[in-house]
Protein backbone atom coordinates (compact mmCIF):
# COMPACT_ATOMS: atom_id res chain seq x y z
CA UNK A 1 0.00 0.00 0.00
CA UNK A 2 1.17 3.26 -0.94
CA UNK A 3 1.54 6.09 2.41
CA UNK A 4 -1.26 8.20 1.17
CA UNK A 5 -3.59 5.03 1.16
CA UNK A 6 -2.64 4.34 4.11
CA UNK A 7 -3.08 7.25 6.00
CA UNK A 8 -6.46 7.25 4.34
CA UNK A 9 -7.67 4.36 5.46
CA UNK A 10 -5.96 4.92 8.92
CA UNK A 11 -8.14 8.41 8.89
CA UNK A 12 -11.00 6.32 8.11
CA UNK A 13 -10.40 4.09 10.71
CA UNK A 14 -10.68 6.42 13.56
CA UNK A 15 -14.46 6.83 13.98
CA UNK A 16 -14.35 9.55 16.59
CA UNK A 17 -15.51 12.80 15.48
CA UNK A 18 -14.59 16.28 17.60
CA UNK A 19 -16.87 17.64 20.26
CA UNK A 20 -19.34 20.52 17.57
CA UNK A 21 -20.34 22.51 20.39
CA UNK A 22 -19.57 23.81 23.88
CA UNK A 23 -23.04 24.37 25.13
CA UNK A 24 -22.10 25.90 28.29
CA UNK A 25 -20.32 28.47 26.55
CA UNK A 26 -23.14 29.41 23.66
CA UNK A 27 -25.82 29.52 26.58
CA UNK A 28 -23.58 31.89 28.40
CA UNK A 29 -22.65 33.94 25.39
CA UNK A 30 -26.50 34.05 24.69
CA UNK A 31 -27.61 34.82 28.34
CA UNK A 32 -25.12 37.88 28.13
CA UNK A 33 -25.89 39.37 24.27
CA UNK A 34 -29.25 39.35 25.91
CA UNK A 35 -28.43 41.20 29.36
CA UNK A 36 -26.94 43.57 27.06
CA UNK A 37 -29.44 44.37 24.49
CA UNK A 38 -31.88 44.82 27.49
CA UNK A 39 -29.95 47.07 28.82
CA UNK A 40 -29.54 48.93 26.22
CA UNK A 41 -33.41 49.23 25.81
CA UNK A 42 -33.52 50.12 29.38
CA UNK A 43 -31.12 53.15 28.99
CA UNK A 44 -33.11 53.98 25.57
CA UNK A 45 -36.31 53.87 27.77
CA UNK A 46 -34.65 56.34 30.88
CA UNK A 47 -33.56 58.51 28.72
CA UNK A 48 -36.54 59.01 27.06
CA UNK A 49 -38.33 59.43 30.26
CA UNK A 50 -35.78 62.08 31.46
CA UNK A 51 -36.21 64.33 28.34
CA UNK A 52 -39.80 64.57 28.95
CA UNK A 53 -38.59 65.39 32.55
CA UNK A 54 -36.89 68.20 30.94
CA UNK A 55 -39.93 69.43 29.07
CA UNK A 56 -41.81 69.54 31.69
CA UNK A 57 -42.45 73.16 31.46
CA UNK A 58 -44.49 72.50 28.04
CA UNK A 59 -48.39 73.18 28.66
CA UNK A 60 -50.76 70.65 28.41
CA UNK A 61 -51.97 70.40 24.79
CA UNK A 62 -55.09 71.85 23.65
CA UNK A 63 -57.81 69.71 22.54
CA UNK A 64 -60.36 70.67 19.45
CA UNK A 65 -63.02 72.67 20.14
CA UNK A 66 -66.72 71.99 20.02
CA UNK A 67 -67.20 73.84 16.86
CA UNK A 68 -64.14 74.11 14.46
CA UNK A 69 -66.12 74.81 11.81
CA UNK A 70 -66.08 73.72 8.29
CA UNK A 71 -62.68 71.71 6.65
CA UNK A 72 -60.79 73.98 4.18
CA UNK A 73 -58.14 70.77 3.91
CA UNK A 74 -57.86 67.09 5.49
CA UNK A 75 -54.80 65.01 5.15
CA UNK A 76 -54.45 61.47 6.18
CA UNK A 77 -50.70 60.02 6.39
CA UNK A 78 -48.10 59.88 9.61
CA UNK A 79 -47.16 62.29 12.37
CA UNK A 80 -43.19 62.00 12.11
CA UNK A 81 -42.93 64.03 15.13
CA UNK A 82 -42.24 67.56 16.75
CA UNK A 83 -39.01 69.56 17.65
CA UNK A 84 -38.20 73.14 18.95
CA UNK A 85 -38.50 75.29 16.19
CA UNK A 86 -34.84 75.42 14.00
CA UNK A 87 -33.62 72.60 15.63
CA UNK A 88 -34.59 69.68 13.67
CA UNK A 89 -32.57 66.93 16.05
CA UNK A 90 -34.30 68.28 19.18
CA UNK A 91 -37.14 66.42 19.84
CA UNK A 92 -39.70 66.94 22.32
CA UNK A 93 -41.64 63.81 23.92
CA UNK A 94 -43.14 66.09 26.46
CA UNK A 95 -47.36 64.85 26.51
CA UNK A 96 -46.90 62.54 23.67
CA UNK A 97 -45.51 64.81 20.85
CA UNK A 98 -42.53 62.39 20.17
CA UNK A 99 -44.52 59.58 19.28
CA UNK A 100 -44.62 58.85 15.96
CA UNK A 101 -48.08 57.36 14.98
CA UNK A 102 -50.69 57.48 12.14
CA UNK A 103 -52.31 60.97 11.40
CA UNK A 104 -55.51 62.67 9.99
CA UNK A 105 -55.24 66.59 9.46
CA UNK A 106 -58.15 68.79 9.39
CA UNK A 107 -57.53 72.15 8.73
CA UNK A 108 -60.47 75.09 9.74
CA UNK A 109 -61.04 78.29 10.28
CA UNK A 110 -60.52 77.73 13.65
CA UNK A 111 -56.79 76.17 13.50
CA UNK A 112 -55.09 73.03 12.68
CA UNK A 113 -57.13 69.66 14.08
CA UNK A 114 -54.07 66.86 14.69
CA UNK A 115 -55.92 63.13 15.22
CA UNK A 116 -53.52 60.65 15.73
CA UNK A 117 -55.19 57.23 16.40
CA UNK A 118 -53.04 55.60 19.02
CA UNK A 119 -51.57 58.92 20.46
CA UNK A 120 -52.22 62.05 21.84
CA UNK A 121 -54.57 64.16 19.48
CA UNK A 122 -53.70 67.74 19.99
CA UNK A 123 -55.32 71.02 18.20
CA UNK A 124 -53.20 74.34 17.20
CA UNK A 125 -55.19 77.25 17.11
CA UNK A 126 -55.05 79.65 14.39
CA UNK A 127 -53.50 82.35 16.33
CA UNK A 128 -50.89 80.11 17.03
CA UNK A 129 -49.65 79.22 13.95
CA UNK A 130 -46.42 80.75 12.73
CA UNK A 131 -45.61 78.97 9.61
CA UNK A 132 -45.76 76.45 6.93
CA UNK A 133 -43.27 75.46 4.73
CA UNK A 134 -41.09 71.69 3.22
CA UNK A 135 -38.45 70.23 4.30
CA UNK A 136 -36.32 66.86 3.98
CA UNK A 137 -36.23 66.09 7.28
CA UNK A 138 -36.82 65.93 11.22
CA UNK A 139 -35.86 63.87 14.37
CA UNK A 140 -34.79 60.91 13.02
CA UNK A 141 -36.63 61.04 10.01
CA UNK A 142 -34.78 62.11 6.71
CA UNK A 143 -36.40 62.19 3.69
CA UNK A 144 -36.15 63.14 0.26
CA UNK A 145 -36.29 67.41 -0.30
CA UNK A 146 -39.85 68.92 0.21
CA UNK A 147 -40.91 65.27 1.36
CA UNK A 148 -41.79 66.58 4.47
CA UNK A 149 -45.00 69.28 5.38
CA UNK A 150 -43.36 71.00 8.83
CA UNK A 151 -45.52 73.71 10.44
CA UNK A 152 -44.57 75.80 13.16
CA UNK A 153 -46.49 76.73 16.04
CA UNK A 154 -46.23 78.16 19.42
CA UNK A 155 -47.01 76.60 22.54
CA UNK A 156 -46.61 78.15 26.31
CA UNK A 157 -43.04 79.87 25.55
CA UNK A 158 -41.74 77.34 23.17
CA UNK A 159 -42.06 77.53 19.13
CA UNK A 160 -42.44 74.04 18.23
CA UNK A 161 -41.77 72.73 14.63
CA UNK A 162 -44.70 69.06 13.86
CA UNK A 163 -43.49 67.48 10.48
CA UNK A 164 -46.30 65.39 8.84
CA UNK A 165 -45.84 63.42 5.58
CA UNK A 166 -49.08 63.03 3.31
CA UNK A 167 -50.01 59.74 1.73
CA UNK A 168 -50.15 61.83 -0.85
CA UNK A 169 -47.74 63.79 -1.14
CA UNK A 170 -48.42 66.20 -4.07
CA UNK A 171 -50.87 67.56 -1.41
CA UNK A 172 -47.98 69.42 0.61
CA UNK A 173 -47.90 71.98 -1.81
CA UNK A 174 -51.39 73.15 -1.54
CA UNK A 175 -50.58 72.53 2.76
CA UNK A 176 -47.83 75.13 2.75
CA UNK A 177 -49.90 77.45 0.66
CA UNK A 178 -53.09 77.45 2.48
CA UNK A 179 -51.38 77.59 5.54
CA UNK A 180 -49.58 80.69 5.72
CA UNK A 181 -52.54 82.66 3.63
CA UNK A 182 -54.28 82.20 6.67
CA UNK A 183 -51.54 82.82 8.86
CA UNK A 184 -50.49 86.16 6.89
CA UNK A 185 -54.25 87.02 7.27
CA UNK A 186 -54.42 86.36 10.69
CA UNK A 187 -51.14 88.44 11.48
CA UNK A 188 -52.46 91.05 9.76
CA UNK A 189 -55.36 91.14 11.41
CA UNK A 190 -53.67 91.53 14.60
Given at each position: ?77 RYHGSTTAGEWLDRI ?36 LREARLDKGIAGKVL ?46 R
Amino acid sequence: MTPVTLLAASLAAEKKSAEVTDWAARVGWLVGLALFVALVYWLMREGWKWRGTLQGDIPELPASPEEPGEARLTMSGRYHGSTTAGEWLDRIVAHGLGTRSRVELTLTDAGLDVVRPGATDFFVPLAQLREARLDKGIAGKVLTEGGLLVVTWAHGERLIDSGFRSDHAAEHTEWVDTLNQMINKTEGAR
